[in-house]
């Protein structure tokens, strides 16, 4: 699950319980206690919150930052930055914001 060949935190997305992500980077702050896992979504397709049909990318939200239950007894905060779609079939070309199944947008 881990180990630390640098002196940094290797961690995989599986044992965190996050699905359809893949691990960016891993920070650490011995002196805040917090570990920051970034993570990004390895999906495919954005799909339409309206229709339901695969969107075209449409640049990214708001990082978001959620907090996680805690890792070798520190903080553990996950960040990622949701993927927007827009939807070429409903009027108006309405956008999406990715929402994974682990967090609520
Ligand atoms: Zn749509």
């Not at 961690?11 to 960016?24: C, H, M, Q, R, Y």
């Not at 979504?41 to 799909?47: D, V």
């Not at 449409?58 to 990082?63: D, E, P, T």
Request: hydrophobic share 30%; glycine share 10%.
């Amino acid at each position: 699950m881990f180990g630390t060949p640098s002196g940094s935190l290797h961690i995989t997305a599986e044992p965190l319980g996050l699905s359809e992500v893949k691990v960016l980077d891993v920070r650490t702050n011995l002196s805040a206690r917090e570990i920051t896992i970034t993570v990004e979504s390895t999906r495919k397709y954005i799909l339409c919150r309206q229709c339901g049909e695969p969107t075209k990318t449409h640049g990214l939200g708001r990082k978001l930052r959620l907090r996680h239950l805690p890792m070798f007894g520190k903080e553990t905060i996950i960040e990622i930055i949701p993927r927007r779609g827009r939807c070429e079939h409903c009027d108006g070309g309405s956008t999406t914001t990715e929402i994974l199944d682990w967090y609520e947008g």
